[in-house]
């Protein structure tokens, strides 16, 4: 049997390289210019399309899916290719997966600055693109699988497993967290509402971390190190136990994100338990990594690439230690809508994900260009910037974390909140946000001083577009030399697909559908209603402007939160959401009992200029709202979206809508009057009143709360 001949396929691992760092720089950038906003609101140049609220989700998506994922097709399309001994099945479809990503990456930053956005964390495109997602990523997937079916060699080895695990499970979170009834071209409801909407959010919000941001990136671990460092990795059956639990206990976790809330206690309980268990895989995989370099830390001491790699699997096991810890329902009572929970994502994000990315990148284009890095000193430079800018970014967000949640529970000794302005912490912890965007200008211009490495590296080198190579053809499949029945599954890339995808759906199925099926665990409320066309309207702007970035809408039951902000929140409360609100961080007080506390001039002066009635404020300038006509061309279909999705809107009632809409828009508009304030009832400004003025009415509030 001869050797064939064939061509690896670099020209699309070169793209999704540049891509990765062209949209790391934006991504990166972005999330500065929101960090700064934190501590100097001006810095959205007084411009509604840049403010904090609507560009904090386009810093998220950038660097989730557009800086981590293409780092993760570079990583794929290059090992995938040279552990199958094939070139990527198609081509064409590697260039559609290309394009077609960086298009739905585009309208990202066109759409979420306009405030098109469903408001899900980590999901916020509305449905056009999600479905230009689904169709990009069955193409993806189309490609991957036709590889490996005309690979040569019969062994699929452990990064496959979990690119495998990640396209499958990546999939059935999509779908599900995407079911939404459209409005518009650009306008969705969520089917889900309330508690079963938040359920379904934190399931996917949880595992994007784990399958998008986790599991592709061990892959590529499990490839990239020994080949770095040029030993096998550690322990092949650790890699086993490693990839089953992992997958298995991850997708149950998403519940402890709604510790305290009003999801069943049940479910808080499994997400508890079995984030505590993730402990185990997690660690498990650090610990597969790291010994794989012993006896080999000279190397690392002389290899910028391997301290890259060194320092990435450190953060990923102290983030997946941090993560259990809390799920505890004593820290996350403390850290839950802190900038703790920054600090540990943060920790992940640019120690995990940006370093293991760096690694690669070093590592790959100098290979793939035939030559070698332009400047290790400056790798070297990029490395020590790096982990000097990860330092100054977590540590004064745990600080802030901590001060934030400590100050917000504290009480004197006469059993009064000493803290009772929400205000006073935020005041407090502006000099760490200062300090975070200092790290972040560092991590930012290693990132840069990489683009730069990089870009020379490239242009000494020449690339090798179709790397010739040669592998014998693949061996017919022999069940009689085959031992162990994992050595068979590796060798069955469909049955490996339906393993995992059966493994990933237990915990699924068991954590969502009773909360979906039964009713009755959702009880309803009586007094609750619908909201009237004019609350409905201002609750989309609302949306629009990202304030449940900075806002929660839950008061979990504890004395602190119910002294400062009312009666804690009930399931029955959100039924007619779609989507909840709940948010999750509080960079600004819990708005759920905001109705009626304060007069309708007060809002419209807190919108005009927040400082005018909270001094020193963060808060951006949210003028416009003024001067803005609202559409109320859209109220007739949103009333039958919302009956399609069982809020209650009486038959035909669709037909009078405007006409309450303005009845009760004239309404605010004449109390506004009486205090000097001349507005037209057709304002967003009103809508916008009228929807806080309805929250947490329809149950009596404590009327002793205070902000």
């Known amino acids: 049997m001869q050797p064939e001949k064939f061509y690896y396929d670099n020209k699309i691992v070169r793209n999704f390289g540049i891509a990765t760092i062209v949209w790391g720089i934006i991504g990166m950038t972005v999330g500065l210019i929101a960090a700064i906003q934190l501590f100097k609101p001006g810095m959205n140049m007084g411009n509604q399309y840049t403010t904090f609220g609507r560009i904090r989700p386009l810093h998220t998506n950038a660097v989730i899916f557009a800086f981590v994922g293409n780092a993760i097709f570079m990583g794929v399309y290059y ?85 495998i695990a990640t396209f499958v499970t990546i999939a059935v979170l999509h779908i599900v967290n995407s079911f939404e009834l459209p409005v518009s071209a650009f306008k969705s409801y969520m089917v889900y509402a309330g508690v079963q909407d938040a359920l379904v959010q934190w399931w996917y919000g949880h595992n994007a971390v784990a399958f998008f941001l986790t599991t592709p990136y061990l892959g590529m671990m499990y490839y990239f190190l020994p080949k770095m460092a040029n030993r096998p990795i550690y322990s092949y059956k650790l890699s086993i136990l490693h990839f ?98 920054v600090a540990h994502v943060h920790v992940g994000a640019l120690g995990w994900n940006g370093f293991l990315t760096f690694a690669i990148l070093y590592w790959l284009i100098p290979r793939i260009y035939k030559t070698e890095l332009y400047s290790k000193k400056l790798a070297s430079f990029h490395f020590w910037i790096g982990t000097l800018g990860i330092l100054f970014y977590a540590i004064p967000m745990y600080w802030a974390g901590f001060t934030q949640g400590l100050m917000l529970k504290e009480f004197t000794a006469e059993g009064m909140l000493k803290y009772p302005n929400f205000l006073e912490t935020t005041l407090r912890i502006i000099p760490m946000h200062v300090m975070r965007s200092i790290g972040g200008t560092f991590y930012l211009l290693g990132v840069i001083v990489m683009a730069y490495n990089i870009a020379r590296t490239m242009k000494q080198g020449k690339l090798v577009a179709d790397e010739a190579t040669e592998a014998m053809p693949l061996e017919p499949l022999n069940e009689l030399t085959e031992s162990g029945w994992h050595r068979k599954l590796e060798r069955r890339p469909i049955q490996l697909m339906v393993g995992a995808l059966i493994v990933i759906l237990i915990g699924t199925v068991i954590e969502l559908m009773p909360t979906m099926t039964i009713s009755s665990n959702v009880p309803t409320i009586a007094s609750v209603k619908p909201y009237t066309p004019l609350e409905l309207q201002g609750r989309d702007i609302y949306i629009r402007e990202g304030c449940s970035n900075c806002h929660s809408q839950t008061v979990r039951p504890f004395r602190s939160e119910t002294e400062r902000y009312g009666e804690y929140s009930k399931a029955g409360e959100f039924v007619y959401d779609h989507p909840f609100l709940w948010g999750s961080k509080r960079t600004g007080p819990d708005l759920a009992r905001e109705g009626q506390k304060y007069g309708n001039a007060w809002h419209y002066n807190h919108m005009m200029d927040p400082r005018l009635m909270s001094p020193g404020s963060i808060m951006p300038n949210y003028d416009w709202l003024l001067t803005q006509k609202l559409d109320t061309t859209t109220t007739r279909t949103k009333i039958n979206a919302m009956r399609t999705l069982g809020v209650p809107y009486a038959t035909g009632y669709e037909n009078k809508a405007n006409y309450e809409l303005n009845k009760q828009a004239e309404e605010i508009a004449q109390s506004l009057s009486k205090d000097k304030i001349k507005v037209k009832s057709d304002k967003e400004i009103i809508a916008v009143i009228a929807y806080l003025q309805r929250l947490g009415t329809d149950i009596k509030a404590n009327k002793t709360a205070n902000k």
């Open 79 to 163: 090992s995938l290719q040279r552990l199958l001994k094939a070139r990527m099945f198609n081509t064409f479809l590697s260039n559609l997966h290309f394009w077609g990503w960086q298009l739905i990456i585009v309208s990202a930053v066109i759409t979420l600055p306009l405030g098109l956005t469903t408001s899900h964390e980590y999901a916020e495109l509305e449905w056009p693109i999600d479905i230009a997602i689904t169709i990009i990523w069955v193409v993806f997937g189309v490609n991957m699988f036709g590889t490996i079916f005309k690979r040569r060699e019969r062994h699929l080895y452990v990064a496959i497993w979990f690119y």
């Open 244 to 341: 089953w639990a992992l997958i298995f206990i991850y997708i149950w976790a998403g519940p402890h994100h709604l510790l305290y809330t009003t999801l069943p206690g049940w479910a808080q309980s499994l997400g508890i338990v079995f984030s505590i268990m993730l402990i185990a895989p997690s660690w498990g995989g650090m610990i597969n990594g790291l010994l794989t370099l012993r006896g080999a830390w000279d190397k690392v001491r002389d290899d910028v690439v391997l301290k890259f790699m060194v320092v990435g699997l450190t953060a990923y096991g102290m983030a997946t230690f941090e993560g259990p810890m809390l799920s505890l329902k004593q820290i996350n009572g403390l850290a839950h809508f802190t900038d703790w929970i």
